[in-house]
Structures are given as C-alpha cells and as structure tokens.
C-alpha cells in the first residue's frame, strides 16, 4: 500500500481541517476526519501535542523575553507554565512580575503573580507555581 497516496485521498475526500469544526452527524471533528466525539485522541496524540506547545510557549518566551533563561530551572519552569496557560501576550501583561524575575527579585515576582486576577482564577496551579518562584 501506497502511504502517501491513500493520505492524498483521504484528503482529497475529507478534507484537512486545523480547526474543529461539527460534521454533517454532529461530531466534532478536526484533522482529516478525526471524530473527536465518539474517537478523542490517544495519549501519544496528546504527548505530540503537549510537545508541540512546550515548543512554541519557549519559542515565544525566548522572542519575547530572552533573559528567562537565566533563571533556575525550577523558575523557568514557572515562566513555561504561565506561558502555556496564559498565551504570550497575556503572560506580557505581567509586567512588574517579570521586571522582578529580571532582576533576580523573585519574592516580589511571587508577590505581583499573587496579586493578579490570573492567582485567584486558576487556584492550586497558581499556589504551586508563585511557591516555585519563591524556592527556585
């Protein structure tokens, strides 16, 4: 069997879709046919895509802030997870946070991380990450 010409077909007949949209049945769908309703996806799937969004929340963070990787890596860690949760341009809006990671003052950063809306939104995460900054 050809791989990639029964890909083209495939493809051809359904379509490659980057977003999910709702098909003719109902079911949420994305990909090329991928019935996310009644199939979801594997953990391999999920892995990849974790992966891939690690990838692009460092990508971003090293455009946008380049210095965080002097950090701890337990600090890093943080500025990743922030990243991911809230997308680069919020995680921007942390200004006097990040100011304070810049300079190595990372109980002020702890303390700006506790004083935003983004700490009583997301609740143990937000525990756990402002206690990381904190030890380091």
Request: charged share 25%; proline share 2%.
């Amino acid at each position: 069997m050809n791989l990639a010409v029964l890909q083209d077909e495939l493809i051809r007949d359904e379509a490659l879709r980057f977003k999910p949209y709702t098909d003719r049945e109902g079911k949420l769908t994305i990909g090329v046919g991928r019935n996310l309703t009644d199939v979801g996806i594997s953990r391999d799937e999920a892995m990849m895509l974790l992966n891939n969004d690690i990838t692009s929340a460092v990508g971003a963070l090293d455009q946008l802030i380049p210095w965080w990787r002097q950090m701890s890596e337990a600090r890093q860690h943080v500025v990743v997870n922030m990243c991911f949760n809230l997308g680069p341009q919020k995680l921007m809006g942390f200004r006097l946070a990040l100011a304070a990671m810049e300079s190595g003052n990372y109980e002020d950063a702890a303390l700006q991380m506790e004083a935003s809306e983004w700490y009583n939104e997301v609740g143990g995460r937000a525990i756990r990450l402002t206690g990381q900054m904190r030890a380091g």
